[in-house]
């Protein structure tokens, strides 16, 4: 008889902790899956207790999605090398500036037929230029990854209302039994094979997202609100274009990856929420993160750093201005009128083939 798969979570936040209830769910359902699953938790005391303690003992995680119980069959561990041990399937969901020093605390420690799947928003910066999770993922630990992502608020996820995500994966058969592990009546999965594209949408919308979270902070209205989505949808594909040429695929931008998770994250996310606050109490984003966030990082403040450092080495920032002007406010201290400087981009012109710097 083979032995059964085993999947793991490296990272137990918002995110982290909702999808291990689906998974934890979803597994003792499969017969080629053990039941256990096991969550990497950076350990921290939360009322005088570590916090794995808690989520063993109380089944729920009091910090980062408190009032949702997570199935019995999560267990705990702090030692990210100990849960990612006989794990055939590893999916990581940590803030995307952890994720080398994740890696290389495991590296040694990967099962030989394990694959990972990422469900990070975000991206990385090298010498060689812009790099995806599941590139990093792969280049470290030399297994194959995929990757997850959709307008999927965590909480409203954790209440079980009802939602699509976007699973990337470029073998078929794979695909399907990543999509067993997510799927439910309430979240419900499309595959496709565009791995790179399903990340470049879910780590970009982030930034648009700060920008739509400045216009509320202004009291601007719909109207204005609109406008910035659209041009920000445009300058993502004409980014993900830049970059890749050809290789993502048009129709990736019309999944929940896509454009439905531009417009959730613009209404409904916390990117949004952080940046109208830094508008209107003239907080640093710093400080919001602890106020707001427990301490957790803001993914749209940070790839808007990431990635003008990337348009601004190629001399591109004036045909990604809505980008710069969103990297000018947080980092640079212009004020959030500035938004809307030099925003009259033509967009008519992109193609698949071609990037604005050619």
Known sequence: MAPLNKVCILGSGNWGSTAARIIASNVTKLPDFDDTVKIWVYEEIVKGKKLTEIINTQHENVKYLPGHKLPENVVAISDAAEVVKDATHIVVVIPHQFIQHLLDTIHGSIHPDARAISLIKGIGISNQGMTTMTQIIHRTLAIPVSSLSGANIANEIAEEKYCETTIGCSEPDEAIVWR????????????????????????????????????????????????????????????AMHISGAQIQESTFMESCGIADVITTCYGGRNRRLAEEFVRTGKPMSQLEQEL??????????????????????????????????????????????IFDGLNVDFSNDTRSTSPAS
Not at 217 to 228: D, M, V, Y
């Open 293 to 338: 966030l427990n301490g957790q990082k803001l993914q749209g403040y940070l790839t808007s750093g990431e990635v003008y450092s990337y348009i601004s080495s190629r001399g591109v920032t004036d045909h990604f201005p809505l980008f710069t002007n969103i990297y000018q406010i947080c980092y640079e201290g212009k004020p959030p009128h500035s």
């Open 180 to 239: 067993s592990l997510f799927n439910t009546p309430y979240f419900q999965v499309n595959c496709v094979s565009d791995v790179i594209g399903v990340e470049f949408c879910g780590a970009l919308k982030n930034i648009v997202a700060v920008g739509a979270g400045f216009i509320d902070g202004l009291g601007l209205g719909n109207n204005t609100k609109a406008a910035i989505i659209r041009i920000g949808f445009l300058e993502m594909r004409r980014l």
